[in-house]
């Protein structure tokens, strides 16, 4: 048996109405580096290492928003109150969550193209699942 196995997510790539201006947005105001150029050249954005929830939802959901949206990303962040804070700031909508749920805390808001974006601040239980590195 092979223990070949997926180490993380490598790329998340999604079509948009306007891509540059799409990658200065998540650029300026949530610092993901988004490609420009598409070249091998340009270096990719390194995260922090931490949990990623990888998962299915049901047709009918309304997690994502509008019935024709059919992903969203969820972002791990050091600071809710000072990302909604800074977001606010910029002019973006953004709404946190009125409850800490067991794994943290959380926030919803939408790029200019009507994506879903989730915002997430793990909790200490949350960190503590964390196995260590790879073997």
């Known amino acids: 048996m092979s ?3 997926v180490t993380g997510i490598g790329g998340f ?3 948009a109405r306007d891509p540059a201006a799409l990658n200065r947005w998540y650029g300026e105001h949530l610092g993901v580096i988004m490609l420009e150029s598409q070249s091998y050249e340009d270096p990719g954005w390194f995260q922090d290492r931490g949990e990623t929830v990888f998962a299915a939802f049901p047709q009918d959901t309304d997690f994502f928003g509008a019935p024709e949206k059919s992903w ?3 972002f791990r962040v050091s600071d809710l109150d000072g990302m909604v804070a800074a977001l606010r ?3 973006v909508a953004v709404t946190p969550h009125e409850r800490e749920y067991e794994n943290g805390r959380f926030a919803e808001l939408e790029d200019p193209e009507g994506n ?3 915002l997430w601040e793990p909790n200490a239980a949350s960190i503590a699942r ?3 590195p790879a073997e």
């Open 13 to 15: 790539f999604f079509r």
């Open 3 to 5: 223990t070949a196995r």
């Open 72 to 74: 969203s990303i969820n």
């Open 116 to 118: 879903h974006i989730q």
């Open 130 to 132: 964390d196995p260590g």
């Open 89 to 91: 700031d910029a002019g």
